[in-house]
């Protein structure tokens, strides 16, 4: 399975953007990187997939580097709300069309008034 | 739109006592999986069920866990003898499964707390 590190915390102030790093330098050239994130007490929530191209949507930006063995989750403008933990993720082939998610322990972003 | 849900929410166990975890996925979501997160850990993956067969389910951590999906549609999981190791947060998600849409979306989790 490949393997992904990212901080175990980060901090960022209200308003301005979050940048969440990742290393995931064994992935396979078919394999996308997904980013959930999981707020206190709440199941995880999806944000945003990628597989070599830079992805945006109505929640984030996934940059990911040439070589796929990193990418960087950018969120925008941080509100409060943001605060929670996040996941990096390259998902594992279960066969057929389905995959498991393989979480690590994701970095805890705090987002500061 | 109605999302995945799970109940209970919350649920106390005595120790050896049998409990039964429910799951109703996004409507018309082929796929639904399991996964179980103890505390301060990310979630880990359990078993998983296109439409009612289960495809895999090498990541049930004993004999005592077992899940069914009957009809396709809601799934349960059951925890036979509870075991104080069992204590943690039971997820539960859905994807629409082909196309590139598979997207897993997740429940709030039901919280077991086995004493």
């Known amino acids: 399975d490949a393997k992904t590190t990212q901080p175990t915390s980060m901090d960022c102030a209200e308003g301005r953007a979050a940048n969440l790093p990742c290393n995931h330098s064994?992935?396979?050239?078919?394999?996308?990187v997904y980013w959930y994130r999981q707020i206190h007490s709440q199941g995880p929530q999806y944000i945003i997939h990628?597989?070599?191209n830079n992805e945006t949507n109505e929640m984030a930006s996934l940059i990911i580097t040439e070589d796929r063995k990193s990418s960087t989750l950018i969120l925008p403008h941080a509100t409060l709300r943001d605060t929670a933990v996040y996941y990096c993720?390259?998902?594992?082939?279960?066969?057929?069309?389905?995959?498991?998610?393989?979480f690590g322990k994701g970095t805890l972003l705090t987002v500061n008034p | 739109g109605a999302g995945v849900s799970q109940s209970p929410r919350y649920k106390v166990a005595k120790r050896g006592q049998d409990v039964a975890l429910r799951c109703d996925p996004i409507?018309?979501?082929?796929?639904l999986f399991w996964y179980q997160q103890a505390l301060g850990q990310g979630p880990e993956f359990l078993t998983y069920?296109?439409?009612?067969?289960?495809?895999?389910k090498s990541g049930l951590p004993s004999d005592r866990f077992f899940a069914e999906r009957p009809e396709g549609s809601v799934s349960t999981l059951k925890i036979q003898r509870t075991q104080q190791e069992d204590s943690a947060v039971y997820l539960c998600?859905?994807?629409?499964?082909?196309?590139?849409?598979?997207?897993?979306?997740f429940g709030p989790g039901t919280r077991l707390l086995v004493l």
């Open positions: 998600a859905s994807s629409l499964q082909t196309g590139g849409r598979e997207t897993q979306y």
């Open positions: 064994t992935i396979s050239g078919n394999e996308y």
């Open positions: 990628g597989l070599k």
């Open positions: 993720i390259v998902r594992v082939a279960l066969g057929g069309s389905n995959y498991k998610l393989t």
């Open positions: 409507s018309g979501h082929v796929s």
């Open positions: 069920f296109q439409n009612e067969a289960q495809l895999d």
